[in-house]
Protein backbone atom coordinates (compact mmCIF):
# COMPACT_ATOMS: atom_id res chain seq x y z
CA UNK A 1 0.00 0.00 0.00
CA UNK A 2 2.93 2.89 0.93
CA UNK A 3 4.52 1.72 -1.93
CA UNK A 4 1.58 2.04 -4.12
CA UNK A 5 1.14 5.29 -2.74
CA UNK A 6 5.08 6.24 -3.41
CA UNK A 7 5.01 5.46 -6.89
CA UNK A 8 1.81 7.45 -7.25
CA UNK A 9 3.35 10.54 -6.07
CA UNK A 10 6.58 10.02 -8.06
CA UNK A 11 4.49 9.43 -11.50
CA UNK A 12 2.54 12.58 -10.25
CA UNK A 13 5.58 14.58 -10.25
CA UNK A 14 7.08 13.44 -13.32
CA UNK A 15 3.22 14.45 -14.92
CA UNK A 16 2.97 17.65 -13.31
CA UNK A 17 6.85 18.19 -14.16
CA UNK A 18 6.47 17.72 -17.83
CA UNK A 19 2.81 20.10 -17.51
CA UNK A 20 4.55 23.04 -16.28
CA UNK A 21 7.47 22.94 -18.41
CA UNK A 22 5.67 22.85 -21.39
CA UNK A 23 3.00 25.26 -19.98
CA UNK A 24 5.54 28.04 -20.14
CA UNK A 25 6.66 27.95 -23.31
CA UNK A 26 2.84 27.12 -24.41
CA UNK A 27 1.62 30.16 -22.52
CA UNK A 28 4.61 32.69 -24.34
CA UNK A 29 3.30 31.14 -27.85
CA UNK A 30 -0.23 32.30 -26.54
CA UNK A 31 1.17 35.94 -25.90
CA UNK A 32 2.96 36.23 -28.87
CA UNK A 33 -0.28 35.57 -30.81
CA UNK A 34 1.17 32.27 -32.41
CA UNK A 35 -1.53 29.78 -31.68
CA UNK A 36 -3.93 32.62 -33.15
CA UNK A 37 -2.46 30.92 -36.29
CA UNK A 38 -0.92 27.38 -35.28
CA UNK A 39 -2.02 23.98 -33.82
CA UNK A 40 0.42 21.73 -31.92
CA UNK A 41 -0.62 18.96 -33.91
CA UNK A 42 -3.14 20.08 -36.65
CA UNK A 43 -2.73 22.20 -39.64
CA UNK A 44 -4.82 25.67 -39.32
CA UNK A 45 -4.30 28.95 -40.77
CA UNK A 46 -0.07 28.00 -40.40
CA UNK A 47 1.65 24.58 -40.24
CA UNK A 48 1.13 22.30 -37.15
CA UNK A 49 4.27 22.76 -34.69
CA UNK A 50 5.09 18.89 -34.77
CA UNK A 51 5.16 18.74 -38.58
CA UNK A 52 7.80 21.61 -38.39
CA UNK A 53 9.42 19.64 -35.80
CA UNK A 54 9.61 16.91 -38.28
CA UNK A 55 11.03 18.26 -41.22
CA UNK A 56 14.10 19.96 -39.40
CA UNK A 57 16.27 18.37 -37.11
CA UNK A 58 16.82 19.55 -33.44
CA UNK A 59 20.18 21.24 -34.49
CA UNK A 60 21.50 24.47 -33.98
CA UNK A 61 21.71 25.47 -37.10
CA UNK A 62 17.31 24.99 -37.62
CA UNK A 63 17.22 26.79 -34.23
CA UNK A 64 18.77 29.70 -35.97
CA UNK A 65 16.99 29.26 -39.41
CA UNK A 66 13.98 29.23 -37.04
CA UNK A 67 14.43 31.91 -35.43
CA UNK A 68 15.06 34.39 -38.18
CA UNK A 69 12.05 32.56 -39.72
CA UNK A 70 9.59 33.30 -37.09
CA UNK A 71 11.26 37.52 -36.60
CA UNK A 72 11.29 38.05 -40.28
CA UNK A 73 7.87 35.87 -41.48
CA UNK A 74 8.16 33.36 -43.96
CA UNK A 75 6.60 32.42 -47.14
CA UNK A 76 7.02 29.42 -49.71
CA UNK A 77 7.93 26.56 -47.68
CA UNK A 78 4.92 25.38 -46.67
CA UNK A 79 2.12 26.56 -48.72
CA UNK A 80 0.44 29.78 -50.44
CA UNK A 81 -0.11 31.75 -47.16
CA UNK A 82 2.77 33.47 -45.67
CA UNK A 83 3.38 34.11 -42.56
CA UNK A 84 3.97 37.76 -41.45
CA UNK A 85 6.85 39.17 -39.83
CA UNK A 86 6.90 38.84 -35.22
CA UNK A 87 7.74 41.94 -34.33
CA UNK A 88 6.89 41.95 -31.17
CA UNK A 89 9.07 39.38 -30.06
CA UNK A 90 12.67 39.61 -28.79
CA UNK A 91 15.70 37.50 -30.26
CA UNK A 92 15.63 35.07 -26.54
CA UNK A 93 11.63 34.57 -27.38
CA UNK A 94 12.03 33.72 -30.70
CA UNK A 95 14.77 31.22 -29.75
CA UNK A 96 13.22 29.80 -26.73
CA UNK A 97 10.17 29.11 -29.07
CA UNK A 98 12.04 27.60 -31.83
CA UNK A 99 13.51 25.43 -29.30
CA UNK A 100 10.56 24.26 -27.90
CA UNK A 101 8.89 23.75 -31.78
CA UNK A 102 11.84 21.73 -32.87
CA UNK A 103 10.87 18.98 -30.27
CA UNK A 104 7.24 18.22 -30.65
CA UNK A 105 7.88 15.46 -33.09
CA UNK A 106 10.75 14.17 -30.23
CA UNK A 107 8.48 14.59 -28.03
CA UNK A 108 5.96 12.15 -29.71
CA UNK A 109 8.32 9.63 -29.92
CA UNK A 110 9.17 9.51 -26.26
CA UNK A 111 5.54 9.12 -25.88
CA UNK A 112 4.83 13.04 -24.81
C1 LIG B 1 -0.96 35.33 -39.07
C2 LIG B 1 -0.71 33.92 -38.86
C3 LIG B 1 0.56 33.47 -38.18
C4 LIG B 1 1.08 33.89 -36.96
C5 LIG B 1 0.53 34.94 -36.01
C6 LIG B 1 2.26 33.08 -36.72
N1 LIG B 1 2.48 32.23 -37.77
FE1 LIG B 1 4.04 30.95 -38.00
N2 LIG B 1 3.40 30.47 -39.86
C7 LIG B 1 2.24 30.92 -40.45
C8 LIG B 1 2.15 30.42 -41.82
C9 LIG B 1 1.02 30.67 -42.80
C10 LIG B 1 3.35 29.67 -42.02
C11 LIG B 1 3.81 28.97 -43.32
C12 LIG B 1 4.67 29.96 -44.12
C13 LIG B 1 5.36 29.35 -45.31
O1 LIG B 1 4.74 28.59 -46.07
O2 LIG B 1 6.58 29.65 -45.49
C14 LIG B 1 4.11 29.71 -40.77
C15 LIG B 1 5.31 29.07 -40.56
C16 LIG B 1 5.99 29.01 -39.35
C17 LIG B 1 7.20 28.26 -39.10
C18 LIG B 1 7.96 27.39 -40.13
C19 LIG B 1 8.89 28.21 -41.01
C20 LIG B 1 9.67 27.35 -42.00
O3 LIG B 1 10.53 27.90 -42.69
O4 LIG B 1 9.45 26.13 -42.10
C21 LIG B 1 7.53 28.47 -37.77
C22 LIG B 1 8.70 27.90 -37.01
C23 LIG B 1 6.51 29.33 -37.22
N3 LIG B 1 5.60 29.65 -38.19
C24 LIG B 1 6.48 29.75 -35.90
C25 LIG B 1 5.65 30.76 -35.42
C26 LIG B 1 5.76 31.36 -34.10
C27 LIG B 1 6.74 30.92 -33.03
C28 LIG B 1 4.82 32.33 -34.02
C29 LIG B 1 4.57 33.30 -32.89
C30 LIG B 1 5.67 34.17 -32.49
C31 LIG B 1 4.09 32.33 -35.29
N4 LIG B 1 4.63 31.38 -36.10
C32 LIG B 1 3.05 33.19 -35.59
C33 LIG B 1 1.29 31.74 -39.87
C34 LIG B 1 1.46 32.43 -38.69
Same mark, same amino acid.
Given at each position: ????????????????????????????????????????????????????? @??????? /????? %???? #?? +?? !? =?????????? @??????? /????? %???? #?? +?? !? =???????
Amino acid at each position: MRKKFKSVILLLSIVTNNLFANDANLILAKNKNCMTCHKIDKKYIGPPFNAIS @ARYLNKE /ENVIY %LMQK #IK +KG !S =QGSWGAIPMP @AQTNITK /EESKE %LAIW #IL +KF !S =QKKLNNY
